[in-house]
């Protein structure tokens, strides 16, 4: 089919740029929806209708990845060729390491706790925390852009996929507390 | 004479002719039909001027079977052969219904499918087919009010409906001889009936417990936008759910052993729904049980006592509300209004719980039992085409994850839940012994990681690998769901382009056949045979596909196609206009096929054109290149 490669950014006319304009990104992305989705086909023919799903789906993919953070920031330096695997994450900073076993821990008292809510909102206070100042140093690798950054971007990338995990298990432990 | 035909090859002629479209809501214990008429969605009363139809059918050897509320009112004398709350068992399996045994007071037959059928006096029939006889009257009744035919249906489903439960309704919709133009999520449906009434902005949480199933929804409104963030739920727990708790309590207080009989059981159900809706302003009821001939029970039943009795079912239903707002990454406090849906919200206990939940006032101006209806009314009127400017969009997301079965009986996900439909994704996998020629791919659907926790959708084999070394044969399944929310897959080996693919018909599904079969009975040989039928389909087909190419060669023939390009288009289309006046079904599925092919590429550049021009604002001639 003609898909002509464009990229997620393209699709939305934007700069491939870490730095974007979410407003901007989300109302593109509804304006093309209105064009596309199956909905504005029901009555169209078969083709129509397959073509609409196909393009609609790739929208919603490109989407999808673009207003993520940390999907857009994999998605950057794959089109950078920039290797992402989990070597890079193996050669994280000691210190950083360091601190997620701790939260872990901390983490799994929590349910033996007489003060189990407060722990977890002091686990989730750092949780926030942590990734806010990731996100920060990864925007800030990107908007340099050499070899070096890139590279520093990666782990950055690597670190906010741990953060992600550990907040989705204190979420786990959340809702555990909250239903019993 | 002549000017009276000069209209634009494509265009509808007669640009102000309204299409008469419906919206049905098929519950689990009431059915409603629903229009838009001079702009404004109403729910259509039958003759007597009943709006709800119950989703009651009795059926009885030799005679068209009954439904609504004369079926209803016989359910207590002739339990067997009158189904209640079928939609529970749509897209189940024997096993489903084993687990509900004890609830259900049916006879059900072995099949040769995976589909339960319940047997009555009128035979053995299977959950899609009792739905179609609610959507027939239905459909009967929107004909008659409207003077006309319907061009089409918006029926709904609940939000966490998996699969097959959705593939199941549009079967029944099939069946029903009714054209389904979506199935829409009744939550979604419910917002667009409240959105569009209040020009709400903002996020909604739309908390909808019918009588068999419970949803929530978190929806994000923007300018007739409705973007659904998260959705979660319990097919199986409803209004129906609390009349079981009231008729157990009755049988422990009145001593009713188990071995109690299926019309006692259908009393007490009818008994305990009866208190539970009388409850809602009163505080206290007095239950005068029928047990047998000459012996009654009596009893109080006062609202604490209910509510007792129905609080574990309301917290049930908290947990999914929960996790709904941490998947739609969205706080308490950034919720605007909570929408009440479904007639069991009526129990103050229920809006007080949720109440609680979400700390507001939860939203109950539109009456709950019709909101739904009139949400898919108003969604099929823009999608049967009587509102080319709206800016209304609905963009839904799939209720659960998508995955296969991998090595070991662990599960690898393909789609996550809430994922915006429609969605495609692929996935790579490679062979993993020596020469193998054949994969079997196990699609299910759930949260869980473990094969067993998941449901099974469908299994399909991949053959015809050529023989290559473990790990050299690369196989890509690519699922696709549809706005519909139903999913196709298809696998195709990379290196030799060996393709199969299915359109997952379920493992608890109809098959193509049995519908077929089920069509061909109920049609009235009389005045309609099938091969007619299949005929006028083609043609229609074939008119939709010959409008829609002429728009777009009116529109970007110029600046998209070269002449040969052109030319070849136009030889297509003569040739299916030819085959289009025959008689021959065949041909004129042949001549769509191959204009098909012919414009696949032309329509791709159009569309894309299109995307282009609408953002940038330049000309699609000035974009001809890209």
Known sequence: MSNPARNFFEIFDLAPDFAIDLAQLTGRYRELQRLVHPDKYAHGSDQERRLAVQMAANINDAFRTLKDPVERALYLLRLQNVAVDDESARRLDPEFLMEQMELREALGEVRGSSYAAQDLSNIFATIDKLEKQTLGALAAAFARDDAAALRSANEHVQKLRFIKRLRGEAQEVEEHLTSH | MALLELSEPGQTPRPHERRVAVGIDLGTTNSLVATVRSGVAETLPDARGRHLLPSVVQYASGVAPRVGDDAKANAVHDPFNTIASV?????????????????????????????????????????????????????????????????????????????????ATKDAARLAGLNILRLLNEPTAAAVAYGLDH????????????????????????????????????????????????????????????????????????????AKEQLTD?????????????????????????????????????????????????????????????????????????????????????????????????????????????????????????????????????????????????????????????????????????????????????????????????????????????????????????????????????TDREIETMLRESIDHASDDVAARQLREQQVDADRLLDAV??????????????????????????????????????????????DKTTAEFAARGMNAGIRKALTGRTIAELKDI
Not at chain 2, 121 to 143: D, F, T, W, Y
Not at chain 2, 216 to 238: H, P, W
């Open chain 2, 87 to 167: 939609k529970r068992l749509m897209g189940r399996g024997v096993d489903d219904v084993k687990k509900l045994g004890n609830q259900l007071p049916y006879h059900f037959a072995a099949a040769e499918s995976a589909v339960p059928r319940i047997v009555t006096s009128a035979g053995a029939v299977s959950p899609v087919e009792v739905s179609a006889e609610i959507l027939k009257v239905l459909k009967q009744r929107a004909e008659e009010t409207l003077g006309a035919d319907l061009e089409g249906a918006v029926v709904t489903v609940p939000a966490y409906f998996d699969d097959a439960q959705r593939q």
């Open chain 2, 550 to 595: 002429s728009v777009a060669l009116a529109a970007d023939a110029e600046a998209l196609l070269n002449t040969a390009e052109r030319a070849a288009i136009d030889t297509a289309m003569q040739a299916l206009r030819g085959a289009r006046v025959g008689t021959d079904e065949r041909a004129i599925k042949n001549a769509i096929a191959a204009l």
């Open chain 2, 199 to 274: 020009q709400a902005e903002g996020v909604y949480v739309v908390y909808d417990l019918g009588g068999g199933t419970f949803d929530v929804s978190v929806l994000r409104l923007n300018r007739g936008v409705f973007e659904v963030l998260a959705t979660g739920g319990d097919s199986a727990l409803g209004g129906d759910d609390m009349d079981h708790a009231i008729a157990e309590w009755i049988m422990r207080e009145a001593q009713i052993g188990d071995d109690a009989d299926a019309m006692l059981l259908r009393r007490l159900l009818r008994d305990a729904c009866v």
């Open chain 2, 282 to 510: 009163a505080q206290q009821v007095t239950l005068h049980v029928e047990l047998a001939v000459k012996r009654t029970w009596d009893g109080e039943l006062s609202r604490a006592k209910l509510n007792e009795l129905i609080d574990p079912l309301i917290q049930k239903s908290l947990a999914p509300c929960r996790r709904a707002l941490r998947d739609a990454n969205i706080k308490l406090e950034e919720v605007r209004e909570v929408v009440m849906v479904g007639g069991s919200t009526r129990v103050p206990r229920v809006r007080e719980l949720v109440g609680q939940f979400f700390a507001r006032l939860p939203l109950t101006t539109i009456d709950p039992d019709k909101v739904v209806a009139l949400g898919a009314a108003i969604q099929a009127d823009v999608l049967v085409g009587n509102k080319p400017d709206t800016d209304m969009l609905l963009l839904d997301v799939n209720p659960l994850s998508l995955g296969i079965e991998t090595m070991g009986g662990l599960v690898e996900q393909i789609i996550p839940r809430n994922t915006t439909l429609p969605v495609a994704r692929g996935q790579d996998f490679t062979t993993y012994k020596d020469g193998q020629t054949a994969m079997s791919i196990h699609v299910v659907q759930g949260e869980r990681d473990v094969v067993s926790g998941c449901r099974s959708l469908a299994r399909f084999e991949l053959r015809g690998i050529p023989p290559m070394a473990a790990g050299a044969g690369r196989i890509r399944i690519l699922f696709q769901v549809d706005a519909d929310g139903l999913l196709s897959v298809s696998a195709k080996e990379q290196t030799t382009g060996v393709e199969s693919s299915i359109q997952v018909k379920p493992s608890y599904g109809l």
